[in-house]
């Protein structure tokens, strides 16, 4: 029966520091730590290698369900796998305790919320650009495909696939510009 600690920033610059000595000092036997963002499980390795780990009767301890998951969909997938595997799972920072009628309740609503946060931020991401664009400020990635290199393979006889290995693009954008030149 061990405490087994989660903590996770965002990106590699944020820092971890104060949610890994929030569950130390709750009793974690350890923590393991991803700087990934949690909108999916996807790349964040640390978790995967707990979630592995655990056993039954052990119990997985986050400072704030936001470090576990940011989508419903993830927080009840990871939430379904604990219980299967007979794990709790409890938050410092709030009444989460998967082991009482209560705290599962919570716990989904908490996690409708980190959800909302989510969407919330995108959305006010896609209206910031969509002013910056209007405004003449903002203007994208700047093009990694020059027409002109593909025009000259493509005299060289080369064929789509081949252009797009040699300079690194997908395929369907030398069919763009080639479709575009004619």
């Known amino acids: ?20 000595e929030a569950l130390m000092r709750a009793g ?12 999916s499980r996807e790349g964040r ?3 995967q290698t707990l979630l592995d780990f655990l056993r039954t009767g052990d119990t997985l301890m986050v400072t704030r369900i936001d470090r576990l998951a940011r989508s419903i969909g ?14 709790a799972l409890k938050a410092t920072e709030q009444s989460i305790d998967t082991s009482t009628a209560g705290g599962k309740a919570f716990l989904d609503m908490l996690g409708v919320f980190a959800e909302f946060e989510t969407n919330l931020r ?3 991401q896609i209206e910031g650009i969509a002013k910056a664009k209007a405004a003449g400020v903002y ?3 700047p093009s990694k495909i020059r027409t002109a290199d593909i025009a000259t393979l493509k005299a060289q006889g080369l064929g789509a696939t081949a252009i797009a290995d040699r300079l690194g693009i997908g395929r369907a954008s030398v069919y763009r510009v080639l479709q ?3």
């Open 1 to 20: 029966m061990t405490i087994l600690g989660y903590a996770r920033a965002s990106t590699a610059e944020q820092s971890t520091d104060i949610q890994e």
């Open 28 to 39: 974690c036997a350890f923590v393991r730590t991803d700087k990934k963002s949690g909108s």
């Open 45 to 47: 390795k640390e978790l």
């Open 74 to 87: 993830d927080l009840q997938d990871i939430v379904r796998m604990l219980k299967a595997k007979g794990v």
């Open 122 to 124: 995108k959305e006010r």
């Open 139 to 141: 203007k994208g990635r």
């Open 180 to 182: 575009d030149a004619d």
